[in-house]
Nanobody, 125 residues
Framework: QIQLVESGGGLVRTGGSLRLSCAAS????????VGWFRQAPGKERAVVAA????????YYEDSFQGRFTISRDSAKNTVYLQMNDLTPDDTANYSC??????????????????WGQGTQVTVSS
């Protein structure tokens, strides 16, 4: 199994930036894909971005393309989500998820069996 811990959330003003981290532990020697998701109050959980096992393939939901960047440091077993030009609409709880999948990334939440507890991002106007 793999355990995930997110960090880097917090309060930021409109236009600001945050970098979220998703640190993995446990069975990290096996290849795994990672996705970032977010859930705002009263809304369903939605995918933000995803990255494949070696970091060469990435996916972004349309509304985040150009503002958010997903990356991974395999030596540190950590996946990052750099978020720029934040707006109040980005306020949500952000979670990372992992799946032992090689090849491409995974988008659907139902494909991820391992989840972190999430980190809160609040953007003030």
């Amino acid at each position: 199994q793999i355990q995930l811990v997110e960090s880097g959330g917090g309060l930021v003003r409109t236009g600001g930036s945050l970098r979220l981290s998703c640190a993995a532990s446990g069975r990290t020697s096996s290849s795994y894909a990672v996705g970032w998701f977010r859930q705002a109050p009263g809304k369903e959980r939605a995918v933000v971005a995803a990255i494949n096992w070696n970091g060469r393939l990435t996916y972004y939901e349309d509304s985040f393309q150009g503002r958010f960047t997903i990356s991974r440091d395999s030596a540190k077993n950590t996946v990052y989500l750099q978020m720029n030009d934040l707006t109040p609409d980005d306020t949500a709880n952000y979670s990372c998820a992992a799946a032992y999948i090689t090849g491409s990334y995974v988008i659907g939440a139902r494909h991820y069996p391992y989840w972190g507890q999430g980190t809160q991002v609040t953007v003030s106007s």
